[in-house]
């Protein structure tokens, strides 16, 4: 008579178990910020075809300290998610071969962040430009 | 044991199938040197203390693959994992996570086993080649493409890493995966078609969400979860160019 | 001890030797197919009763109890024992100290304990079993050793038999099992095909030889 009889321990709870895990759940919930970003940014797109009082009307709701509350909260969220995103990144895509030498993966999280970096200052100088 | 001797508690995850009904916790009180390896704690365990603690291990320094644990909750080698680390505050050992414990610290293997197999980790020649012939000639660039995927030791860190797997049992995972990338990416292979259709089956590379812990745990710095990653892509190139190569791609 | 091998790991630079070694498996699994088919039928009722001994021999490890003597003590003191005598610098005085330790330890290990009774993944009862078998080793290591009288490679004496011995001891040392007692020791010839002996020297000795090698070698 066969005596094994292994034992499969529950997998309950398993993002908690380790910090690694919560850190990639965390990870993984700021992407509902990114997708709820993008739904307030189409909603003032529908607005603005809806004609200028329906657009106004959204202006003035953003303006609602809820709203702007949320907007902080979504920066924060979004600047983690892209740190978070960057950081593994490396680990994603094939070897990037410069010069012979295999680009390092704090490389390729740096120009990463850098380029998300400067893209979000651009667009910072450019509205601000263009709302003065 | 002297009176000034020392000493650390490691609490062991035990479980016999013959007269557990399901795993429990015991704690033993070993002698601690600064020098000691968890491994080499759990042996004074068995040595002096109990004999009947079951645990594998083979080389004591890293190469074979034996001896891995969950160290305080996270994967790691006994062998390079120091008492000192975590001394004088108890240390918690327990089987590899997402395994079946088959007695004590050993996990039930077949199930890895098996998805090696599966993945033809050898070299299917390209074009077959006889022995006057010579060798097969590679340049350090054409190495360079495996040369870090073949450093896998076995040792099953990233599955007890890996979430998915633990979830989905029958995900290939990152171990396998890092050694079937080895083969496909290598300048002599030429299987890389019969193993893609493992790569996008229901158990291959989109049950991976990228955590990413399988590489941090590494010991040998293999990085599977870039193999993995990595054919990901394959997979969707594999997909979409059989659409414009009827006879390319994988079935 | 619990050895684990990988077959499928291989390293650039060992994929030649793997498929050399297969290659070879693979001869010397023909000649063997062979021998078997030619050789006559052996008594498969005496081979069934000499494994029912050993297989009696080591259950009755696991079964027995009341035993005092721990795996590890053992295999220890075996250790230091062999340490101690069976290095690399050898006296007949320790090798003889090495001998006789390691027939108290054969002794000793009549009364091993082996705590953990269960069937399954039972690593102590292995341990014991393998213990039993590395006395053995050592003892053949210990008396051929011990009845050496001359320094060859790794063994190297110390008391007057500092100098290879090629009239008495060109030799294979063969441990013959003994029940009860330690290994008999007797010697068979030695086939020399292309590597004759000689003195490995280092330094300046080392390069005249060498100079001395070539010069014949013109």
């Known amino acids: ?132 | 044991m002297s009176e000034h001797q020392k000493t650390i508690e490691i609490e062991v995850l035990r479980y016999n199938p013959e007269t557990d009904k399901e795993p429990h916790r015991q704690v033993f009180e070993v002698p601690f040197t600064d020098d000691m390896s968890v491994l080499q704690g759990v042996q004074y365990i068995k040595d002096y203390l109990d004999g009947s603690l079951s645990f594998r291990w083979s080389c004591r320094m890293a190469i074979c693959g034996s001896c891995g644990m969950m160290i305080n909750g996270e994967p790691n080698l006994s062998c390079q994992t120091f008492l000192r680390d975590y001394y004088p505050a108890r240390v918690r050992v327990e089987a590899l996570a997402h395994f079946p414990i088959e007695r004590d610290l050993v996990i039930g293997m077949e199930g890895f086993i098996e998805k090696l197999e599966s993945i033809q980790p050898y070299i299917i020649p390209k074009e077959a080649r006889t022995l006057a012939q010579g060798e097969y000639l590679q340049t350090p660039e054409q190495l360079n493409a495996y040369e870090q995927f073949s450093s896998c030791i076995n040792c099953l860190l990233c599955y007890a890493a890996c979430p998915q797997f633990g979830l989905n049992s029958s995900f290939v995972g990152p171990a396998a995966i890092a050694l079937l990338h080895r083969y496909n990416v290598d300048s002599r292979d030429g299987g890389k078609a019969e193993r893609m259709e493992l790569v996008n089956a229901e158990e291959g590379v989109f049950n991976c969400t990228a955590v990413g812990y399988c590489s941090e745990v590494c010991p040998k710095h293999v990085d599977p979860a870039n193999a993995v990653n990595q054919n990901k892509t394959n997979s969707a190139m594999d997909y979409f160019l059989r659409f414009l190569a009827p006879k390319g791609g994988a079935k | ?218």
């Open chain 1, 1 to 132: 008579m066969n005596k094994r009889r292994p034992y499969v321990r529950s997998m309950d709870g398993w993002w908690r178990k380790n910090p690694y895990f919560v850190e990639y759940m965390i990870h993984e919930g700021t992407a509902l910020f990114v997708a709820a970003y993008a739904a307030i940014l189409l909603t003032g797109l529908v607005r603005l075809s809806q004609g200028e009082a329906a657009w106004t009307a959204w202006l003035t709701a953003l303006k609602n300290p809820w709203y702007i509350g949320f907007h902080l909260l979504a920066l924060v969220a979004i600047a983690y998610h892209t740190y978070t995103w960057f950081k593994i990144m490396p680990r994603t895509m094939p070897p990037v071969v410069v010069g012979g030498q295999r680009l390092s993966a704090w490389a390729i999280t740096g120009s990463g962040l850098a380029v998300a970096a400067a893209a979000s200052l651009g667009l910072l100088a450019l509205v601000w430009g263009m709302a003065r």
């Open chain 3, 1 to 218: 001890m619990l050895q684990r091998r990988h077959p499928w790991r291989q390293p650039p630079g060992v994929e030649f030797a793997v498929r050399a070694v297969r290659f070879w498996t693979r001869r010397r699994g023909e000649e063997a197919a062979r021998f078997a088919k030619a050789a006559a039928a052996g008594n498969s009722a005496s081979l069934l009763k000499q494994a029912q001994a050993v297989e009696q021999r080591l259950v009755g490890l696991k079964t027995k109890t009341g035993g005092s003597e721990r795996i590890a003590t053992l295999r220890k003191e075996m250790a230091q024992t062999m340490e101690d005598g069976c290095g690399i610098y050898r006296l007949a005085e320790t090798m003889q100290a090495t001998c006789d330790k390691l027939d108290e330890l054969k002794e000793r290990f009549k009364d091993v304990n082996v705590e953990d009774k269960s069937s399954v993944w039972n690593t102590e009862w292995l341990l014991a079993i393998e213990l039993e078998y590395q006395l053995d080793v050592a003892q053949t290591m210990a008396y051929s050793a011990l009845h050496r009288r001359e320094s060859r490679g790794a063994h190297q004496r110390l008391d007057g038999f500092e100098q290879r011995d090629d009239v008495n001891f060109l030799k294979h040392s063969q441990a013959h099992y003994v029940v009860g007692g330690p290994p008999r020791i007797d010697y068979g010839p030695v086939k020399i095909t292309k590597s004759q002996p000689g003195t490995r020297a280092y330094g300046a000795a080392g390069e005249k030889a060498e100079q001395e090698r070539k010069a014949s070698h013109v």
